[in-house]
């Protein structure tokens, strides 16, 4: 049977994620977990472990699964053999563009996508797949596709910013806030990785994912179930605007600083210095960030 077009993309994404737990080498890979947290059927899972079986990436047991045969962080980030990170992503970000531009009705269909992009079905099934799974388009009852609410004016950009400008240094002055030891870790391993050449070469939706689950991770330690909601719905609404504005990243080591700046508050116990630090690394952000449009 010829491999699914996405295997190669689930594929990457299991390796996004064995980084990020992290995992290392003999560690396990359930069929199950992985299928639940990707939202998808434990058959593209399978087919996903197998290509990275077949690359020695990982090993099957019999009776027992799939473990990795490798430490994940030492593989390239991309197994594809196509390039850099954004090869061949010039069509996803122009549908994102030509959203935010106005140029795109708020629904559309499968044919519709292949026709205005000379995409073949399956490489229209690929992006809408992914669009789906990023949170701005769903797949509507019957037939079609509808785009979700995002910001789509320099306005409700500025908006949005002004909301984690009072959500997030307040979710760090609640009560109780915790610091999770193994999240923090894992963080800010990763911010010193952006510092080490990252911020270069990682592309503009796994950038985008960092920083967001930065914050979120910091939001969560108010243990505020509502506060956590709201900054995981704004970051969403945001992500196409922020996919225009990562373009430029002579901004991120000054953000890799300034996370870990934080990191360091908080493990001290400084609570208040590390909110009014917050408040100061969003509100900095916003300035450089809001220049008018989201162009």
Request: glycine share 6%; hydrophobic share 40%.
């Amino acid at each position: 049977m010829p491999q699914s077009p996405l295997t190669p993309q689930i594929a990457a994404r299991i390796l996004d994620y064995a980084r990020d737990q992290p995992l290392r080498a003999n560690d396990h890979l359930p069929a199950q977990k992985l299928a639940d947290l990707f939202r998808v059927s434990r058959s593209p899972i399978n087919d996903a472990l197998k290509l990275l079986e077949a690359k020695g990436i990982v090993r099957r047991e019999a009776n027992r699964g799939f473990f990795l045969a490798q430490d994940p962080a030492a593989l390239a980030a991309d197994i594809s053999g196509e390039g850099s990170p954004e090869a061949g992503e010039e069509v996803y970000f122009q549908i994102a563009d030509d959203r935010l531009s106005g140029l795109l009705p708020d629904r559309i269909s499968e044919n519709e996508v292949m026709r205005r992009y000379d995409l073949s079905r399956s490489e229209a099934m690929r992006i809408l797949t992914r669009m789906t799974r990023e949170g701005w388009i769903e797949r509507l009852p019957g037939k079609g596709w509808g785009f979700l609410p995002v910001l789509t004016s320099g306005e409700a950009y500025r908006m949005a910013y002004l909301f984690r400008i009072a959500i997030e240094p307040a979710a760090i002055l609640q009560p109780g806030f915790t610091v999770d030891e193994e999240a923090f870790r894992r963080a800010r391993a990763q911010q010193q990785s952006l510092l080490d050449g990252d911020y270069r070469t990682l592309s503009r939706t796994k950038l985008f994912e960092i920083n967001s689950q930065f914050h979120e991770m910091i939001v969560a330690g108010s243990g505020n179930l509502y506060f956590v909601e709201s900054i995981r719905r704004v970051n969403a609404s945001r992500r196409l605007a922020e996919y225009r504005k990562t373009v430029d990243r002579s901004r991120l080591v000054g953000q890799s600083l300034e996370h870990l700046r934080i990191l360091d508050l908080l493990e001290a116990g400084e609570f208040a210095k590390a909110a009014e630090f917050m408040r100061f690394h969003l509100e900095y952000a916003l300035q450089l960030k809001s220049d008018g449009t989201l162009g």
